[in-house]
């Protein structure tokens, strides 16, 4: 069944940014992230049987005005107003009503721990009056940015983030494609419960198991052990498996990190230590001196680290930090773990930083750890769980 987009209104920029609010100093009174405003479902949305949509603008490529129409790499990224690009869509009266909010503009890597948390509350803020969310960002730490939504995001309703590998004004360009399917696929309500999906290239990935694989092409986004959820064809949107997030009950769906209870230091200090042939100590020993209080390695293997690497790390986990053992590989589980160290199954080095960044931030009981890093993290399909036969 097609959905569509009727009607679109634009959200005063200026008045965006007047209004955000980011945390405040660590030992501040009082931790300030805030939703940015966004605006009202419009009473013409509301009479309407479409769905509504709100998409919510950070810049990246998708954004990217390129020097000519052939510069497919010479472009400035976070360029374009995502009220411009989703207005200069064609046929989106099939689909949905849609609203834009512009949260920022430039590169996936200049967003700080702290502007995540602000998205995502917009995002959560969005959805108790919205149908569904779109989030466009860059590609290059796309898959962090959604993995922090999905662990954060406190509604259970559609959130897609997508964006594109070629800038936007560009001959063959992705991004408009990819913006007007992450809409269809908002609309459609068929990820309601996935957590936070991502979709380019006519693909539907979890954005726990997806990964950027390639610096250029198209296709860079996979999912190694995995594959897609689905996929969009045209007016066809389908789903051949479900993230096992879904089949979770409504309580156990919801995760520890709600963004309301944000301790006053803010987010602990976690970085990723990789190891390699002859590895030093030096790395894991800079980190700890800079006051991490986590450090995933990104091992040989099975997650194997050297032997000088090994030494600090015994060291860092004396002076209580804590580790997260993941393979370099790109695929594989790691299981197991001892005092100090978590075992992060199959999550890759980046998705475990964001794990551990906010399970340090939410607890200091070790046990406690364990069991998220098993149970949010691993996400295991839940014992006695049955999967009923359509009728």
């Known amino acids: 069944m097609m959905l569509s987009?009727?009607?679109?209104?634009?959200?005063?920029?200026?008045?965006?940014?007047?209004?955000?609010?980011?945390?405040?100093?660590?030992?501040?009174?009082?931790?300030?992230?805030?939703?940015?405003?966004?605006?009202?479902?419009?009473?013409?949305?509301?009479?309407?049987?479409?769905?509504?949509?709100?998409?919510?603008?950070?810049?990246?490529?998708?954004?990217?005005?390129s020097t000519d129409e052939t510069s497919f790499q010479t472009y400035r990224a976070g360029t374009l107003l995502i009220k411009d690009m989703v207005k200069s869509l064609p046929n989106l009266d099939k689909m949905a009503d849609v609203e834009t909010v512009q949260f920022g503009n430039k590169g996936s890597s200049a967003y700080l721990m702290d502007d995540l948390a602000s998205l995502s509350m917009t995002v959560d803020a969005a959805l108790k009056k919205y149908d569904g969310v779109v989030?466009?960002?860059?590609?290059?730490?796309?898959?962090?940015?959604?993995?922090?939504?999905?662990?954060?995001?406190?509604?259970?309703?559609?959130?897609?983030?997508?964006?594109?590998?070629?800038?936007?004004?560009?001959?063959?360009?992705?991004?408009?494609?990819?913006l007007f399917n992450a809409i269809k696929l908002a609309a459609s309500g068929k990820t309601k419960k996935f957590g936070t999906v991502l979709m380019l290239n006519d693909e539907i990935h979890a954005v726990r198991e997806v990964t950027k694989t390639n610096a250029l092409r198209l296709d860079t986004f996979e999912s190694p052990g995995f594959g897609p959820l689905g996929y969009?064809?045209?007016?066809?949107?389908?789903?051949?498996?479900?993230?096992?997030?879904?089949?979770?009950?409504?309580?156990?769906?919801?995760?520890?990190?709600?963004?309301?209870?944000?301790?006053?230091?803010?987010?602990?200090?976690v970085e990723i230590a990789y190891s390699y042939q002859g590895a030093g100590g030096e790395a894991i020993k800079g980190f700890v001196d800079g006051g991490?209080?986590?450090?995933?390695?990104?091992?040989?293997?099975?997650?194997?680290?050297?032997?000088?690497?090994?030494?600090?790390?015994?060291?860092?986990?004396?002076?209580?930090?804590?580790?997260?053992?993941?393979?370099?590989?790109?695929?594989?589980?790691?299981y197991g773990g001892s005092d100090g160290i978590l075992a992060g199954d199959n999550l890759n080095a980046s998705h475990a930083r964001i794990l551990l960044m906010l399970t340090l931030t939410y607890t200091s009981d070790f046990p406690t750890m364990q069991k998220w890093f098993t149970t949010y993290g691993a996400l295991e399909v839940p014992e006695n769980t049955t999967v009923k036969a359509a009728a």
């Open 232 to 269: 969009i064809d045209e007016s066809i949107i389908q789903i051949y498996r479900v993230p096992t997030r879904a089949l979770k009950t409504d309580a156990e769906w919801v995760t520890p990190f709600d963004l309301s209870k944000l301790p006053k230091a803010g987010f602990s200090k």
């Open 292 to 334: 991490a209080k986590g450090i995933v390695t990104a091992g040989t293997g099975a997650g194997g680290i050297s032997a000088a690497m090994r030494e600090e790390r015994t060291k860092a986990i004396e002076k209580g930090v804590v580790f997260v053992t993941t393979t370099r590989t790109g695929s594989g589980n790691i």
């Open 5 to 65: 987009i009727k009607r679109m209104t634009v959200f005063s920029l200026s008045a965006i940014i007047a209004l955000v609010t980011f945390i405040s100093p660590v030992g501040a009174a009082e931790a300030a992230i805030q939703a940015i405003a966004f605006p009202e479902v419009p009473a013409s949305f509301q009479k309407s049987k479409l769905p509504n949509i709100l998409v919510i603008g950070t810049g990246g490529t998708i954004a990217g005005q």
């Open 135 to 178: 989030v466009t960002t860059g590609t290059d730490t796309m898959e962090e940015i959604g993995y922090f939504l999905d662990l954060t995001v406190r509604s259970s309703k559609p959130v897609v983030i997508t964006g594109s590998m070629r800038p936007w004004t560009v001959i063959g360009s992705d991004a408009p494609a990819n």
